[in-house]
């Protein structure tokens, strides 16, 4: 069990405002990563930061994601890489990095990652919101907190 899950904090639609990112080799979480990350303008939606509770102030000094990339690329690339609803997160890794004109490609992770709301769901627990499966399988979580959620989800994953 070697992978990597990450969490992405969104400021608007795709620009992160947060990261979480954790690292399981054999089983057994080796690092953990976490960064505020300033979006393009410094720019939130009000419902956003109603889930998360970052507001600009708090990423006002913060690095882009141009910045944080090399972070985020030497934990991710040639991994296995795993998130709760995937797609979004997926989603805001590859929008990001459009965005800053950096190749996804170059990652070496595949198109589609391993997703613990399809694994859950599969399982038969509804809802599968990350909050609902980490009660159901007794695991401490923070939610909306970036490190927090890509630490359950890794815990999800060892679990499944």
Known sequence: MTFTAIDFETATSFHPCSVGIVTVENGIIVDEFVTLIQPPNNLYNPYTIQVHGIYPSDTARAKNFLQVFPEIQKRLQNRVVVAHNESFDRNVLLKSMDYYGLDYGGLNIASRWECTVKIYKAKGIKPTKLSD????????????????DARACAQLYLKR
């Open 133 to 148: 499966c980490c009660r159901e399988m007794k695991i401490q979580l923070n939610h909306h907190e970036a490190l927090s």
